[in-house]
């Protein structure tokens, strides 16, 4: 648990807070890295070349340079205020409207369930087949209810075990990208798979179908805009987190983009395609005898954790947004002993679970990478509107056509140019839906009261 204490910082753009300043520019790269690793390119990579091919790398390449853009926005705004709100606190800042800003929050809570159900998705597949056949709807309903059971026991996380997680996490990837090294140093693989396009069609077809591939690999890069709210516990927030996020995008960034070309050196594309397991068929078809159950339990390990983190998100996010009454006061209720937000968890796994049972990984990445692509579009407006809102501390400022360009580059991709299904769509209606259900039902009870 979090214990109060005074600020201590000397850090001008840092406001008091009863939040212990406790993370450093190291933890804090640590922090950014680990929460942008995960389940999107363990479990996603797969189904991003069935939509583009052998050219797998470039997805993500393009996805990397919209989330740097985004990611210069972030940064300028939590220097600017170091806060822990995140993009809810942005939006209520240059709009002034509290209906927009419970729909952004209410859309990067439906992002993290989002997540955590691609995860849970990703958790029943192929990694874990390499131990049992089961049934995976079957496990991954289980796998969402034993994760919220722990969110509901009340989980002590602390920095050095997200160092820890991080580096399990990095390792997997690591070994994936040594054995496509190995695998060029002695001939092996085909690099001309590497330029092959096939979006299943030509001319426009193939501008959609790379632009909808784009769309799918950036559900890999999503996490970085969750590090903001460690503004409150970072020692100097506004000195730190450029560094840190910048630093944070690019590592992984690299990453991301390396293990794509080993990925297409190593396997067809329609054999990644068709697995929830891509990196272990590329650790498989590597000649390189790494054990492919070791693989598969890092890969188990970095999904859970994934899962998990954005499972407890979600319902904090829902306690918080009830606690500022824009969501019905009940979802404040917290569980006695524990001081766990019970109401929050309950309705959390309840969305979830709808998720997991009326979705597919590649269906449910899309949607959590549709929803934050909307809300990165209306931050990256957000700093040019703030830009007349001035601050008495310095803190780094992007220049004006990098959020020019990163809400252009999120509006494209969450349009139907980018050539996704239209369940996406409908998925995310149905939870924008619910969230305008309960924003009303709140209002109705409190012009009731009288309040």
């Not at 690591?174 to 085909?190: C, H, M, N, P, S």
Request: aromatic share 8%; hydrophobic share 55%; charged share 15%.
């Amino acid at each position: 648990m979090r214990t109060p204490h005074a600020n201590t910082t000397d850090d001008p753009g840092a406001d008091p807070t009863p939040l212990r300043r406790a993370i450093g520019p190291r933890l804090l790269v640590l922090l950014v890295v680990g929460d942008i690793l995960g389940t999107g390119v363990y479990a996603v990579s797969g189904k991003v070349a069935g939509k583009v091919g052998g050219a797998l790398w470039l997805p993500f390449v393009i996805g990397f340079a919209i989330a740097v853009l985004t990611a210069a926005s972030y940064v300028e705004l939590v220097g600017k205020y170091p806060k822990a709100a995140g993009a809810a606190l942005y939006t209520q800042k240059a709009f002034r409207l509290p209906f927009v800003t419970f729909l952004v929050a209410f859309m990067v809570m439906c992002s993290g369930l989002g997540s955590a159900s691609a995860a849970a998705r990703a958790f029943g597949g192929d990694y874990l087949r390499t131990f049992a056949d089961l049934p995976p709807t079957l496990v991954a309903v289980v796998f969402v209810l034993a994760l919220s059971a722990l969110n509901l026991r009340g989980v002590a996380e602390s920095v050095k075990a997200n160092v820890v997680l991080t580096v399990v996490e990095v390792s997997g990837l690591l070994i994936v990208i040594g054995i496509g090294v190995y695998a060029v140093l002695t001939g092996g693989g085909e690099p001309e798979r590497l330029v092959r396009l096939d979006t299943g069609g030509t001319g426009f077809a193939v501008l959609t179908g790379v632009l909808g591939a784009t769309a799918l690999a950036f559900f890999a890069f999503l996490g970085f805009e969750d590090s903001v709210n460690m503004a409150e516990e970072t020692r100097h927030p506004g000195r730190d987190f450029p560094r840190a996020i910048f630093i944070g995008v690019g590592v992984t960034g690299t990453v991301y983009v390396l293990v794509a070309l080993v990925s297409s050196l190593l396997v067809d594309h329609r054999k990644l395609a068709g697995s929830s397991a891509p990196l272990l068929e590329v650790v498989r078809a590597g000649e390189v005898s790494f054990p492919p159950q070791l693989f598969a339990l890092m890969a188990l390990f970095a999904v859970t954790n994934s899962a998990l983190i954005n499972l407890m998100m979600a319902s904090r996010l829902c306690y918080g947004m009830a606690n500022e009454r824009i969501l019905p006061r009940a979802v404040a209720r917290v569980l006695p002993g524990r001081r766990t937000p019970v109401v929050g968890i309950a309705l959390t796994t309840l969305l979830a679970l709808g998720l997991v049972l009326t979705g597919e990984i590649e269906g449910l990445g899309d949607t959590t990478a549709f929803l934050l692509l909307c809300v990165f579009a209306v931050v990256n407006v957000a700093v040019l509107v703030l830009r007349r809102d001035r601050v008495p501390h310095r803190h780094f400022r992007t220049p004006t056509a990098l959020p020019v360009l990163g809400a252009a580059g999120a509006l494209v991709l969450a349009s139907p140019l980018a050539d996704r299904a239209a369940e996406v769509y409908v998925r995310a209606a149905v939870l924008i839906a619910v969230g305008i259900a309960l924003w009303g039902l709140n209002k109705l009870v409190l012009r009731r009261r009288g309040e």
